[in-house]
């Protein structure tokens, strides 16, 4: 899990450098795309936006290119769902409702009303098991 493997290693100083990179490069990929629009009004899309400015090679690259990443993170977004840590959150405190819960499949089990505490302790919990796995 990226949270439990990069997060200690690069620690939060190196963490918050990358997600400041991201979003530095997000902004150039939409001026980018502001620039193409502005360039090409009435058309829209991958393919019609470089085609329009850079020709049909650059278009067909660029959409071919923009399949190859969609189709890379379908199976990457599809095998993160089982390293997802679940906690529950019911207005019951018993018991039987956090067997319940965890027979559903969750990870942990917060009653209400919420106690920041055993919040805390419950997802430092249910992340220390994850680790472990």
């Known amino acids: 899990m990226p949270g439990t493997t990069f997060l200690p290693v690069a620690g939060p ?4 450098l990358a997600i400041m990179i991201s979003a530095v490069i997000m902004l150039v990929i939409g001026y980018n795309y502001s620039y193409l629009m502005g360039k090409n009004p009435g058309i829209g899309g991958v393919y ?4 329009g400015v850079l020709g049909q090679g650059h278009a067909f690259l660029s ?11 379908i199976p990457q977004n ?3 769902l089982a390293v997802i840590p679940i906690i529950a ?9 956090e067997l319940a819960a965890r027979d559903a499949g969750m990870q ?3 009653a209400k009303p919420l106690d920041i505490g055993k919040m805390m302790a419950t997802i430092s919990e249910v992340l220390s098991k994850a680790r472990q796995k």
């Open 13 to 16: 100083l190196s963490t918050l």
């Open 48 to 51: 019609a936006y470089t085609k």
């Open 63 to 73: 959409a071919w290119f923009l399949c190859l990443s969609y189709l890379a993170l």
């Open 78 to 80: 599809a095998t993160a």
């Open 89 to 97: 959150m019911t207005a019951n405190a018993f018991k039987e409702d």
């Open 108 to 110: 942990g089990h917060i």
